[in-house]
Each structure stands twice: as structure tokens, then as C-alpha cells.
């Protein structure tokens, strides 16, 4: 079975940085695409980037670009997105997922709240 | 405002035919696929529709897409009150290096 599990709820304060994960299983993790989404409270979809975990090829959405910093480590199956210093925009739900022609299979979410 | 537009709310009754539209242009919809997402509340999205009209495995045939020119429509027949949710529309972007979404679009079942 595809899963997608990520890291927990994540409480921060403006400037502190901060990483979250996306650990893969029941498929070859490699070889798909995968790409954060950030939605903002009360608001839509937007992706941020994908990562190609075969090559660590990464592509962000010009929006994103600076901002964050998209991984991954094949040895642990695992995707990565990481902030330097967060800011209170930064507060939202973001979620992980599988590209195989659409977001396929997806994570469950990791909420993060930036709040001084 | 998105490149993909919704109109942000939708409603029908049990059992009804619900039409949710996705309009773009030639560099995205008319140029690309399109992927449907339903968000049930406090969940994750879903795929329900890739490819302009194929569903995943265990997406009943209540959903089906389409796609015209520029422009796209997810059907959802036979109406039930579990599909309350949001629905959002998505194609590759280029530009963006990733998909691009609609607005979404809040279905309630009255």
C-alpha cells in the first residue's frame, strides 16, 4: 500500500527555522515525483516545488523560489521542506504528494503555526 | 486570482446532477490535462479525476470529467450528502514548474 506519512504539528516563532518530512513507503520511491502544496487557513492549493528523489532534481514555483528548501534522502525514503526563518505568513497546512500524472497519493498534512 | 477559474460555491440535492466548471486558456487547459481534487473537511485532497476523464481505482462512476477547448467540467450524478466537500480543478504550468489550481469550489448538498 502507497503511503505518504508526515512529520507532526509544528509550533514556531517568527525567524526560527524549521524542517518537516514526508516519509514514503510501499513503492519504489525513487521514481516519482514529489511535491509539497501549501494551504493556507480557509484557502486553496498552491504548489510550492517538486523533487525528483532519483537525482534530487528540484523545480519551484517562482512564488516559493528563496523562500524554501525542497529534499530529500533516498536511504530513508523521505522528502524534505525546510524554512531558514519563518515568518508569520508561513502559517498553514502542507501537505506532501505523489506525482504520477496528478497528485496521485498524498500526506496527511502537518499544520504550521508561526505566532510570536 | 487563479489562472484556473471556479466558481467558489456549488449546491444541489440528493440525488441531483451537479456540474463544477474549470475555465483557463490555451497555455494550461487548452495545452495540458486536467486532474479533478476532491477535500472532504479536515482531510487531505484526493485524486477523483485524471487525465481530463479517468478515475482512480475506488472513485465511483458518479464522478466523471470533461474537457473542451479551454475549458473543463466535473459531473458528480446521483448527488449524496459524503460529497460535501471542496473541489478543485489542477493542470501542469510550465511556468510554475508545478500544477497550477482553480480556486476550488465549495459543494453543499441541501
Known amino acids: 500500500e502507497v503511503q505518504l506519512v508526515q512529520s507532526g504539528a509544528e509550533v514556531k516563532k517568527p525567524g526560527e527555522s524549521l524542517k518537516i518530512s514526508c516519509k514514503g513507503s510501499?513503492?519504489?520511491?525513487?521514481?516519482?515525483?514529489i511535491g509539497w502544496v501549501r494551504q493556507m487557513p480557509g484557502k486553496g492549493l498552491e504548489c510550492m516545488g517538486v523533487i525528483y528523489p532519483r537525482d534530487s532534481e528540484t523545480s519551484y514555483s517562482p512564488s516559493f523560489q528563496g523562500q524554501i528548501t525542497i529534499s530529500v534522502d533516498k536511504s530513508m525514503t523521505a522528502a524534505y521542506l525546510q524554512w531558514s526563518s519563518l515568518k508569520a505568513s508561513d502559517s498553514a497546512m502542507y501537505y506532501c504528494a505523489r506525482w504520477d500524472g496528478g497528485f496521485g497519493y498524498w500526506g496527511q498534512g502537518t499544520l504550521v503555526t508561526v505566532s510570536s | 486570482q487563479f489562472v484556473l477559474t471556479q466558481p467558489p460555491s456549488a449546491s444541489g440535492t440528493p440525488g441531483q446532477r451537479v456540474t463544477i466548471s474549470c475555465s483557463g486558456s490555451?497555455?494550461?487547459?487548452?495545452?495540458?490535462?486536467v486532474n479533478w481534487y476532491q477535500q472532504l473537511p479536515g482531510t487531505a485532497p484526493k485524486l477523483l479525476i485524471y487525465t481530463n476523464d479517468q478515475r482512480p481505482s475506488g472513485v465511483p462512476d458518479r464522478f466523471s470529467g470533461s474537457k473542451s477547448g479551454t475549458s473543463a467540467s466535473l459531473a458528480i450524478s446521483g448527488l449524496q450528502s459524503e460529497d460535501e466537500a471542496d473541489y478543485y480543478c489542477a493542470t501542469w504550468d510550465d511556468s510554475l514548474n508545478c500544477p497550477v489550481f482553480g480556486g476550488g469550489t465549495s459543494l453543499t448538498v441541501l
Open positions: 510501499g513503492y519504489d520511491f525513487s521514481n516519482y515525483w
Open positions: 490555451s497555455s494550461n487547459i487548452g495545452s495540458k490535462t
